[in-house]
């Protein structure tokens, strides 16, 4: 599955954050209840009203929605690359992210400390960005010291990692993430092997107060800024109204949602938010039993996409009998959608959409 490490500096709400999106109904949902692999790591349900809307049509008994993992990774503080705070422990743990969730808080409270002494989002993101960077900077000196003795050896991939370990440390010494680099197609799946931290994506959620959930304030219009200068995701979000709706069942959740003047809960757009920034989409598989959504990368074609289901799906894949999510909720279902024209039978090299409704078959 897809993990989004969720940093920040001490006191911004990361844990107020983490526990409410542990905790809702929907992370808890049938089938599948919260489960915690370590206290810092939960498994939650991606919501889709689509799927929803297909298990209505279906009669499915079960309804099973598509997961993401959050890791909440606490310790991040200035020095963390020296070694303060919990230091490498924690910068391991965003290593084996996909992408990260930087929690910044844009609310006062005199009550509660923050640790760089005033409230300056921007200031904070920088200050963590650093701390990434001079990490990221030392790992790339350590690794190339080793490659130089492999290359030595006559190791002839480490040539390619160093290529690609200098030119991040061409960039991060020009202070810039190793993000900032463009790497070729060719070169992405050893790029992203070399887990650098600042080359993964980054969501800035901003935590404010709750009467700015709906709006966002000043200081969370200054993190837009960044976010679309660096482009990162953005959502605006109240920790605070988050952890009690957590504590709410859906119904009360949306009655507490519409007194607040949000549409839906910040947990939900935090969740898609870090779906679209990892570049995920959905399709479904829709039957009487169960209607269940499953996560692939966008460009992901059939034979793959069967093969997040068991691997025996991608080994022996023949075909893949396919409806798009709008035929299907047109056609009110498989029969109608055919009778419309709508039903497709696609091989071997069909990139599938966003929202199909798929049945494989393979042999084996
Ligand atoms: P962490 O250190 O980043 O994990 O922060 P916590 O989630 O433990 O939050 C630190 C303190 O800030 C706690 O006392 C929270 O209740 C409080 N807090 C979190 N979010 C908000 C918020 O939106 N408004 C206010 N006033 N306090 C908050």
């Not at 690609?164 to 993430?177: I, N, S």
């Not at 190793?178 to 650098?196: G, K």
């Not at 959620?205 to 959930?213: F, G, K, L, P, R």
Request: proline share 3%; charged share 25%; with cysteine.
């Amino acid at each position: 599955g897809f993990r989004m490490g969720i940093v920040g500096l001490p006191n911004v709400g990361k844990s107020t954050l983490f526990n409410a999106l542990t905790r809702t109904a929907a992370a808890q949902a049938a089938n599948f209840p919260f489960c915690t692999i370590e206290p810092n790591v939960g498994d939650v349900a991606v919501p889709d009203a689509r799927l929803e809307k297909l298990a209505a049509i279906a009669g499915s008994k079960a309804i099973i929605p598509t997961r993401m993992t959050f890791v909440d990774i606490a310790g991040l503080v200035r020095g963390a690359s020296k070694g303060e705070g919990l230091g490498n422990q924690f910068l391991a743990n965003i290593r084996e992210c996909d992408a990260i969730a930087h929690v910044l808080r844009c609310f006062e409270d005199d009550d509660i400390t923050h640790v760089e002494g005033k409230i300056d989002p921007v200031a904070d993101a920088e200050t963590i960005e650093t701390e990434l960077m001079l990490s990221d900077l030392e790992s790339i000196e350590r690794r190339l010291a080793n490659l130089a003795r492999k290359i030595k050896g006559g190791d002839k991939d480490a040539g390619d990692q160093v290529r690609l370990l200098k030119l991040a440390q061409v960039a991060l010494e020009e202070g810039k993430p190793a993000r900032s680099v463009e790497v070729t197609e060719d070169d992405a799946r050893n790029w992203r092997l070399l887990q650098l931290l600042t080359s993964k994506p980054v969501l800035f959620v901003c935590n404010v107060e709750e009467s700015s959930a709906a709006n966002g304030n000043s200081q969370s219009a200054r993190v837009a800024e960044m976010a679309t200068k660096q482009g990162a995701g953005m959502v605006v979000i109240s920790a605070r109204i988050e952890e009690e709706i957590s504590q709410l069942d859906a119904e009360e959740a949306e009655m507490f949602l519409g007194e607040m003047g949000l549409e839906e809960a910040g947990l939900d757009r935090l969740i898609r938010a870090g779906y679209d920034l990892l570049g995920l989409q959905t399709y479904f598989t829709i039957g009487p039993k169960e209607a269940r959504a499953w996560t692939i990368k966008k460009g992901t074609l059939a034979p793959q996409a069967a093969g997040v289901i068991h691997g025996d799906f991608e080994k022996g894949f023949i075909r893949s009998e396919t409806i798009a999510y709008d035929d299907y909720i047109a056609g009110k279902g498989e029969a109608g959608a055919k009778e419309a024209g709508k039903f497709r039978v696609e091989g071997k090299t069909y990139e599938v959409k966003d929202g199909d409704v798929l049945h494989f078959l393979f042999s084996g």
